[in-house]
Every structure is written in C-alpha cells, then in structure tokens.
Nanobody, 123 residues
Framework: QVQLVETGGGLVQAGGSLRLSCVDS????????MAWFRQAPGKEREFLAT????????YYADSVKGRFTISRNIAKNTVYLQMNSLKPEDTAVYYC????????????????WGQGTQVTVSS
C-alpha cells in the first residue's frame, strides 16, 4: 500500500529556499508517476510539478517554473521538491500525490495523497 509522508516544510523569509521530501513508507511507488500540489487557505488545490516513474520526464505549472525543481530517488523511495526564490504567495500546505499510471496534473487524477506539510513564507 502506498503511504506518503511529506517533510521539510517550515517558515522561511521571502527569497529563501526549502526542500520538501515525500517518502513512500509502503515502498511501492517506484513505478508510479508522482506530483506535488499545494493548497492555500480558501483556495483550490493547485498542481505544481509532476515526475515520471523513472524521473526522465518532468512538467511544471507556470507559477513555479524556473523556481521549483521536482526530482526522485527511487532507491530511497523519495520524491523531492526543491523550492527557491520563495514568495509570500507560495504560503500553503504542500502535498505529494501518486497514481499507478498516466498523467498526474490534476488533483482528481491522484489515487494517493500524503498528509501535507505547511510552508509559510514571510515578507
């Protein structure tokens, strides 16, 4: 069973960086496309980035392209989101998600979710 656990959130000043990690404690996601989403208070869950099962293909939302980088270490069962040049509008709860196959660019396409990690960017 896929069990996703996000870590790495916290409070950072604008312009700073954070790296989020998402570990599959069930050790079953190695063949799954993975993605990161976020949800700010009062807003819908927003797609950020997705990565193919082997890490060869990535895709980003325009809002984070050039600032965020998604990567994965299959041996460690971990997907990362490196976030640079953070802005106050990046403040949200960040979630990783997985699905067995196919595109993962919409919240409705995800089969599995982590519990989320809070990122707060101060101005």
């Amino acid at each position: 069973q896929v069990q996703l656990v996000e870590t790495g959130g916290g409070l950072v000043q604008a312009g700073g960086s954070l790296r989020l990690s998402c570990v599959d404690s069930g050790r079953t996601f190695s063949m799954y496309p993975m993605a990161w989403f976020r949800q700010a208070p009062g807003k819908e869950r927003e797609f950020l980035a997705t990565i193919s099962w082997n890490g060869a293909i990535t895709y980003y939302a325009d809002s984070v392209k050039g600032r965020f980088t998604i990567s994965r270490n299959i041996a460690k069962n971990t997907v990362y989101l490196q976030m640079n040049s953070l802005k106050p509008e990046d403040t949200a709860v960040y979630y990783c998600a997985a699905r067995p196959t196919g595109d993962l660019r919409r919240p409705t396409e995800a089969n599995y979710w982590g519990q989320g990690t809070q990122v707060t960017v101060s101005s």
